[in-house]
């Protein structure tokens, strides 16, 4: 029971976290450096992930089926829209590749995460004075918002907050921003997910992750997530639509702030 309680309550995190602009890697780090919480693992971290990949693909799965849809049938727009997925992961995974032990270096520095999280509570904050756009997402933008999505693979800057924010900067409504923000991350999240599965399969202390997390334990962590991230990515896209997607911004500096304070 205890597991499952410990699964349940890192399924929560991931789902609010993951998709509202307030960093899942950051609070993480802080979870784990501030109040002493012990990673889960890298395969529970997987399954978490998966449970958000299924909530995206719930929440869009319209989207998603007129796009595959239209890429059968060679339509031009469902084309491009997966040329700009493709131009969006580029800055990603160049970045990662080259700059992978000095990106692992901060997962270990609390003082480093408060002060991503306080750089991503200004780029929120300015959203503020940003004029509401009604453009699409082109391939030059998407390059753009690829840009900013590898930024935040450091931890304490948001994924979703930046790229959102820079869509929205760039002219992009704020409908479109939000779908184009999660439809790029979904060939991310599942090539993290295989690495991850083909290069690490135990948990705490190398034992093997079903026997710390039942695998009934797990479904449970995925199915969890799932469904708070779905309510979370509603959230988001309302708020987003009435304007007030910015107020998060508060929140991460304040956070930030808190965290260089007691560093």
């Known amino acids: 029971m205890e597991n499952f309680l410990n699964m349940v309550w890192l399924a929560v995190l991931q789902g609010v976290t993951e998709f509202l602009p307030v960093s899942s890697s950051g609070h993480l780090v802080l979870l784990q450096k501030l109040l002493r919480v012990e990673s889960p693992g890298e395969t529970v971290e997987v399954v978490l992930h998966v449970g958000t990949m299924l909530s995206i693909l719930a929440y869009y799965r319209k989207t998603i089926g007129r796009l595959i849809a239209g890429v059968f049938k060679g339509d031009g727009d469902a084309w491009r829209t997966v040329l700009c997925i493709a131009l969006s992961a580029v800055p990603a995974v160049f970045f990662y590749f080259l700059c992978k032990d000095r990106i692992d270096a901060f997962y270990e520095n609390a003082a480093a995460v408060g002060g991503f999280l306080l750089f991503t509570g200004f780029v929120l904050t300015a959203l503020r004075w940003i004029p509401g756009g009604t453009g ?6 998407a390059v753009l918002i690829g840009i900013a999505q590898a930024i935040a693979i450091l931890p304490g800057v948001s994924r979703s907050g930046m790229t959102i924010s820079s869509a929205r900067m ?3 409504s704020p409908d479109e921003a939000a779908e184009f923000s999660f439809l790029m991350c979904l060939p991310l999240l599942a090539g993290a997910a295989v690495l991850s599965l083909l290069g690490h399969t135990s948990g705490a202390e ?3 992750v079903t026997e710390v997390f039942p695998t009934w334990v797990l479904a449970s962590g995925c199915l969890f997530s799932a469904v708070i991230g779905y309510a979370s990515l509603a959230l988001l896209v309302r ?3 009435s304007g007030r997607f910015w107020v ?6 304040a956070v ?3 965290v260089l304070c007691l560093m």
Not at 136 to 141: D, F, G, I, Y
Not at 248 to 253: E, H, K, Q, R, V
């Open 170 to 172: 760039s002219g992009v």
């Open 206 to 208: 190398g034992a093997s």
């Open 248 to 253: 998060f911004g508060l929140y991460c500096a």
């Open 239 to 241: 708020l987003l639509r």
């Open 136 to 141: 699409k997402v082109t391939p030059a933008r």
């Open 256 to 258: 930030g702030i808190a």
